[in-house]
T-cell receptor
Framework: AQTVTQSQPEMSVQEAETVTLSCTYDTSENNYYLFWYKQPPSRQMILVIRQEAYKQQNATENRFSVNFQKAAKSFSLKISDSQLGDTAMYFCAFIQNFGNEKLTFGTGTRLTIIP | KAGVTQTPRYLIKTRGQQVTLSCSPISGHRSVSWYQQTPGQGLQFLFEYFSETQRNKGNFPGRFSGRQFSNSRSEMNVSTLELGDSALYLC???????????FGQGTRLTVV
């Protein structure tokens, strides 16, 4: 069974600084998808960034980028120029494929941006 | 394009009652999944429906059930509610060749 581990329960950083959230996962599969979701106090789970395992290039979405290390099964999220609106719970998630699988989530990292 | 819509947003029920939650997926999405989120257990998968058929099921008791209609809207039902069923219930939809899941805002269920 796949597992996802987020070892940082809480983090805080000053506004405009850069922060990196860690995620490791365990799978025996070669093709899969990895995600970072953001859950603000409004509770809606918002997709931040997606990485397909067969792609070697790290995904980037504006201020958000990932460091995907397939051999090490590591998938960290870097937030640059952090903003107050980035304050939220961040969940790392894994799915092998969307045909017949479920998303497996980590336990989350509570990120607080300090003004 | 409208997002995933969950109703109601909040519910308060008494132990022993039953409850039905609704989820309308993004137009054109036929896959709907349900997750339970609690502080202690985190996010746990309940079940997934595709084209009115349950494709995948998590490790929850039979009190938790669901269904999907021909328009892809899905409902989940919890019978004989227990205090431990208090949680945020999230619904997600994805397209047939989807590479990501889109979530609704959730239904906060409180059992008293």
């Amino acid at each position: 069974a796949q597992t996802v581990t987020q070892s940082q329960p809480e983090m805080s950083v000053q506004e405009a600084e850069t922060v990196t959230l860690s995620c490791t996962y365990d799978t025996s599969e070669n093709n899969y998808y990895l995600f970072w979701y953001k859950q603000p106090p409004s509770r809606q789970m918002i997709l931040v960034i997606r990485q397909e395992a067969y792609k070697q290039q790290n995904a980037t979405e504006n201020r958000f980028s990932v460091n995907f290390q397939k051999a090490a099964k590591s998938f960290s999220l870097k937030i640059s120029d952090s903003q107050l609106g980035d304050t939220a719970m961040y969940f790392c998630a894994f799915i092998q494929n969307f045909g017949n699988e479920k998303l497996t989530f980590g336990t989350g990292t509570r990120l607080t941006i300090i003004p | 394009k409208a997002g995933v819509t969950q109703t109601p947003r909040y519910l308060i029920k008494t132990r022993g009652q039953q409850v039905t939650l609704s989820c309308s997926p993004i137009s054109g999405h036929r896959s709907v999944s349900w997750y339970q989120q609690t502080p202690g257990q985190g996010l746990q998968f309940l079940f997934e429906y595709f084209s009115e058929t349950q494709r995948n099921k998590g490790n929850f008791p039979g009190r938790f059930s669901g269904r999907q209609f021909s328009n892809s809207r899905s409902e989940m039902n919890v019978s004989t509610l227990e205090l431990g069923d208090s949680a945020l219930y999230l619904c997600a939809s994805s397209s047939d060749r989807g590479t990501e899941a889109f979530f609704g805002q959730g239904t906060r269920l409180t059992v008293v």
